[in-house]
RNA sequence: CGGGAUGUGGCUCAGUCUGGCGGAGCGCAGCGUUCGGGACGCUGAGGCCGGAGGUUCAAAUCCUCUCAUCCCGACCA
């Protein structure tokens, strides 16, 4: 392509509605444009970024034996309603009527529709096990898209559906799913990593999530070096390593704490550590008011805390329901003279039964010498924080890492609840009626294209992987005037487009320093510049746009020289 | 949905507090000088100051409403 003729805006500025790097620089190298809000217009640039990610999963995928189909973004509402999700989805799924008055939706995901032809098509166990996939754009009505193309409401995305007859044959399925991910990832050249994950809304039994390492990263995860346990911080158990308290046990008592409503404001009034609190957190489970206590230097894990009491939804209480709740102004409440129909649940890691400090449910008062066992009705005991740093690994104990990371897979197994809701079944090797087992694999296309900027950049631009880059090479002619050089140019473009390579020539009549800026902008991994003084002296300037690297190549052997050079380049990038 | 902020040529922003001829830089068009890391000079085009209503002799500026966008908290590829 020449960049003459080419559409690729590139700007001196980020724009102004541009927070992160990805988004910034995605922005400015001419790869996409915002429509709206969470939507995107994919350049050329971009989309064929795009197309190569694409590519990559799709070779996977067949190789991992799904197969490719294409499925409606327009579906009916009645299929939801069957599945049971067109009430419990909540509003990620935009609604709306046709002109028959008929209810859709634009598919934010596929189970219902995929189900659906199964089940119509598939009646015997010999026809599985299938896997079913589709590269596709969804929409999710997200209540706040935000980082680019990080979170659009309007996204691609690979999505994979596997059918089987047994547990052990979803597990398989599962397994070939899992692979296929490690090898799409590492063929597009991130760093990241699979970790255990929670299922979440899309159900099922287990999942793993695969992160792209980044400190922009929304996701925390926690990963133990000595015996390889990797989970979202949201899954992960946290052990407390609990010495039972020995010390005297006081009996309660009220202190007064003008003006003290958080936790570091408390400690430092009373003189103690936050792990001598106790924090009251409250919320509504499915509407019903729950107070959770954790020590006051940890975090309540929501995630947990719903799963523990297997409710739908859990908030945390607004205001209003607080103070009516503990009888208090906000940040005294406390576990003792809670209103009656608080249910009450205590972390783990509190079975310590050390004397501690919680509020008093009374404005400017907290209590010391809480002992939970002696004054509080506790309704459960549960591991419902989050883990953090210098907790053990919860598989062996040992001292665990911690990073941030963009969840750009995930893979669930989904068991039987949408064949059950749907009513999939076949016929096994007795005649019985079964339901199929299921499990979903989700690739987030989009997603990939912004995490992989936010892992591969510099001060200068985009730094693409050779697999992602939307051209493999970039020729620069640093003066278009001379008809001598221009006429090189076209040569060794053309030499290169017959090597079987894409290239970006750019032909344009700018200054120099104007296209080394675009060039380094962009990002494609290899650059070559043809100027006037290299070109008397029979050489041309190769630079490695990942390490900054320069060297001459010469006009004389050329093809030698630059297949050499290549190598380096993409061997750089391999051993990373 | 709560909390915070912003809407002014294509882009980044000043001007708003204290009402009085709509500005700068970049980009764009033309001419000239430049030409290996986002050059310089001159000339020029380009605006319903997000929209509606109000106050006023007079509104980008003050008031009311509204729309949009971004950031911080509950969802997810």
New binding site residues.
């Given amino acids: 392509m020449r960049l003459s003729k080419a559409y690729i805006p590139?700007?001196?500025?980020?724009?102004?509605?541009?927070?992160?790097i990805s988004?910034k620089l995605l922005v400015?190298a001419g790869c996409v444009r915002?429509l709206?809000?969470?939507v995107y217009i994919y350049l050329p640039l971009g989309w064929r970024s795009l197309n190569k990610i694409a590519a990559v999963v799709r070779e996977e995928m067949n190789r991992a034996g799904a197969q490719e189909l294409h499925m409606p973004v327009v579906q009916p509402a009645e299929l939801w309603r069957e599945s049971g999700r067109w009430e419990q989805y909540?509003k990620?799924l935009l609604r709306f009527k046709d002109r028959h008055d008929r209810e859709s939706c634009l598919g934010p995901?596929h189970e219902e529709v995929i189900t659906d032809l199964v089940r119509g098509e598939v009646r015997s166990y010999r026809r599985l096990p299938i896997n079913l996939y589709q590269i596709q754009t969804?929409f999710?009505d997200?209540?706040?898209?935000?980082?680019?193309?990080?979170?659009?409401?309007e996204?691609?995305?690979k999505?994979a559906y596997s059918f089987d007859k047994d547990d052990a044959g979803a597990d398989a399925s599962y397994k070939s799913m899992y692979d296929a991910y490690e090898r799409v990832f590492t063929r597009l050249g991130l760093r990241f990593k699979a970790v255990e994950?929670?299922s979440?809304?899309?159900g099922g039994s287990f999942s793993h999530?695969?992160m792209v390492l980044a400190e922009t990263g929304?996701?925390t995860i926690v990963y133990c070096p000595a015996c390889g346990f990797a989970a979202n911080v949201?899954r992960a158990p946290a052990i407390a390593a609990i010495t039972p308290w020995s010390g005297e046990r006081p009996p309660l008592k009220e202190v007064s704490t003008p003006g003290t409503h958080t936790v570091a404001q408390v400690c430092a009034f009373l003189k103690a550590e936050p792990s001598d609190l106790i924090k009251t957190m409250l919320f509504t489970a499915d509407g019903a008011p729950v107070a959770v206590l954790v020590r006051g230097d940890r975090e309540v894990n929501?995630?947990k805390l719903?799963n523990f009491l297997d409710a739908a939804e859990?908030?945390?209480a607004a205001p209003e329901q607080v103070t009516q709740w503990t009888g208090a102004p906000l940040g005294f409440a406390g576990p003792v003279g809670l209103r009656g129909d608080v249910r009450i649940y205590a972390d783990e890691e509190l079975k310590d039964g050390r004397p501690r400090i919680a509020g008093a449910n009374k404005g400017d008062a907290h209590v010391r010498n809480l002992d939970i066992a002696r004054d509080v009705k506790v309704t459960a005991w549960a591991d419902l924080r989050v883990i953090a740093e210098g907790d053990p690994c919860p598989q062996c104990g040992q001292k665990p890492g911690f990073a941030r990371g963009i969840?750009?897979?995930?893979v669930?197994k989904l068991g039987t609840k949408y064949s059950k809701a749907l009513n999939a079944t076949i016929q096994d090797e007795e005649g019985r009626e079964r339901h199929i087992i299921m499990g979903c694999y989700?690739?987030?296309?989009?997603?990939i294209l912004a995490a992989c900027v936010e892992q591969n950049h510099d001060v200068?631009?985009i730094v693409f992987p050779p697999a992602i880059a939307p051209y493999d090479l970039m020729l620069l002619n640093?003066?278009e005037?001379n008809a001598e050089l221009a006429a090189k140019a076209d040569e060794l473009y053309e030499l290169l487009r017959n090597e079987g390579l894409e290239v970006l020539l750019d032909d344009r009549e700018?200054?120099?320093?104007?296209?080394?800026?675009?060039?380094?902008?962009i990002g494609i991994p290899m650059?070559l510049?043809?100027?006037?003084?290299?070109?008397q002296r029979g050489v041309?300037?190769a630079?490695d746009r990942r390490n900054?690297e320069?060297i001459e190549l010469p006009l004389a052997d050329f093809a030698g020289a630059f297949r050499a050079w290549r190598e380096r380049v993409l061997s750089g990038w391999g051993m990373r």
């Fill in positions: 590139t700007l001196k500025e980020a724009p102004a509605d541009a927070e992160v988004h400015r915002k709206t809000s969470g909540g990620e995901t969804k999710r997200e209540i706040r898209p935000r980082f680019g193309l990080m979170r659009g409401r996204f691609i995305m999505d994950a929670d979440g809304s899309i999530e695969f929304e996701d949201e929501l995630i719903k859990v908030e945390q969840e750009v897979g995930h669930f989700g690739i987030g296309v989009s997603r200068d631009g640093l003066d005037k700018e200054r120099p320093g104007v296209k080394f800026k675009d060039a380094d902008l650059q510049v043809l100027g006037t003084k290299g070109f041309l300037e630079k900054g320069k």
